[in-house]
T-cell receptor
Framework: AQSVTQLDSQVPVFEEAPVELRCNYS??????LFWYVQYPNQGLQLLLK??????LVESINGFEAEFNKSQTSFHLRKPSVHISDTAEYFC????????????????FGQGTILTVHP | DGGITQSPKYLFRKEGQNVTLSCEQN?????MYWYRQDPGQGLRLIYY???????QKGDIAEGYSVSREKKESFPLTVTSAQKNPTAFYLC?????????????FGPGTRLTVL
């Protein structure tokens, strides 16, 4: 079984400051990793994902995450945040089930609420 | 525009009543999913369906039921057997059936049981 732990439930920061949202996972097999973002009273949107290749993945709005296999982590970072980045962020993992039978099933972390203050 | 619609946005029901949440997608996606979201607990999978007329239990299926009679529709019924039904419910879909696919989410339905 796989699990995901987001180490911080809330992260307050000031505008233009850097931020890191931490995510650790556990799984007995190779995994795929995702970050989703949820704005208030909305559904989730994919921010970025790691499937293979370069361990550093980037989103179009300046976020990046690095897959660290030895530390089983996939932390999300942004060098300078904006007010509009205020949202809840979810880390998720999908494992390579036997015979590839996961069918897109994701295990989500508990979420981290990022609040950007002016 | 293609997407997922969920209705209604807010739903109030009395304890002991069954209620059905709607989820429709026009993305021509094969797989559809229902999640429950509670504060501080992330999303938990209730049911999922990979193809029409087939669905599987997720991690917290007790007290819920689903059907998949059409590719574009995946309604969820919250029955009176669900002990704590008040939550935010999210429907999602993926184009394929593999674990690399991006999940597309609807806007959610907030259910409150009085």
């Amino acid at each position: 079984a796989q699990s995901v732990t987001q180490l911080d439930s809330q992260v307050p920061v000031f505008e233009e400051a850097p931020v890191e949202l931490r995510c650790n996972y556990s799984s007995s097999v190779s995994v795929y990793l995702f970050w989703y973002v949820q704005y208030p009273n909305q559904g989730l949107q994919l921010l970025l994902k790691y499937l293979s290749g370069s361990t550093l993945v980037e989103s179009i709005n300046g976020f990046e995450a690095e897959f660290n296999k030895s530390q089983t982590s996939f932390h999300l970072r942004k060098p300078s945040v904006h007010i509009s980045d205020t949202a809840e962020y979810f880390c998720a993992v999908s494992d390579q089930g036997a015979g590839g039978t996961s069918y897109g099933k994701l295990t989500f972390g508990q979420g981290t609420i990022l609040t950007v203050h002016p | 525009d293609g997407g997922i619609t969920q209705s209604p946005k807010y739903l109030f029901r009395k304890e002991g009543q069954n209620v059905t949440l709607s989820c429709e997608q026009n993305l021509n996606h094969d797989a559809m999913y229902w999640y429950r979201q509670d504060p501080g607990q992330g999303l938990r999978l209730i049911y999922y369906s990979q193809i029409v007329n087939d669905f599987q239990k997720g991690d917290i299926a007790e007290g819920y039921s689903v059907s998949r009679e059409k590719k574009e529709s995946f309604p969820l019924t919250v029955t009176s057997a669900q002990k704590n039904p008040t939550a935010f419910y999210l429907c999602a879909s993926t184009s394929g059936r593999t674990f690399t696919d991006t999940q597309y989410f609807g806007p959610g339905t907030r259910l409150t049981v009085l």
